[in-house]
């Protein structure tokens, strides 16, 4: 089973830049999609972006345009640059890997790190 690892949130503020990191460890990594969701309190988790392993993505409307999701397989890694954040971009992101890109529901991502919060600042 993989361990996922996220780093770089962090407060900015509204307008500004951030970009996160989701490392990856053990064999399960490869091949799989990986995806970045948020959670605030009291809500439920929502998608955010997804790469699969060729390098095809997928970003929630919300964010198309703001943020980009790549991944670098030599390094067993994905990251999210977040641009242009938002106050509504407040949350906990989390990576999770094994899921589908097509269809990215959280409840079918088998992999899961800890989260990362990013707080924005009006």
């Known amino acids: 089973q993989a361990q996922l690892t996220e780093s770089g949130g962090g407060l900015v503020q509204a307008g500004g830049s951030l970009r996160l990191s989701c490392a990856a460890s053990g064999r399960a990594y490869r091949g799989l999609t990986v995806a970045w969701f948020r959670q605030v309190p009291g809500k439920e988790r929502e998608f955010v972006a997804a790469?699969?392993?060729?390098?095809?993505?997928r970003h929630a409307d919300s964010v198309k345009g703001r943020f980009t999701i790549s991944r670098d397989n030599a390094k067993n890694s994905v990251y999210l640059q977040m641009n242009s954040l938002k106050p509504e971009d407040t949350a906990v992101y989390s990576c999770?890997?094994?899921?589908?890109?097509?269809?990215?529901?959280?409840?079918?991502?088998?992999?899961w790190g800890q989260g990362t919060q990013v707080t924005v600042s009006s």
């Open positions: 790469i699969d392993w060729k390098g095809n993505a």
């Open positions: 999770a890997s094994g899921g589908n890109l097509v269809a990215p529901v959280a409840r079918t991502y088998t992999n």
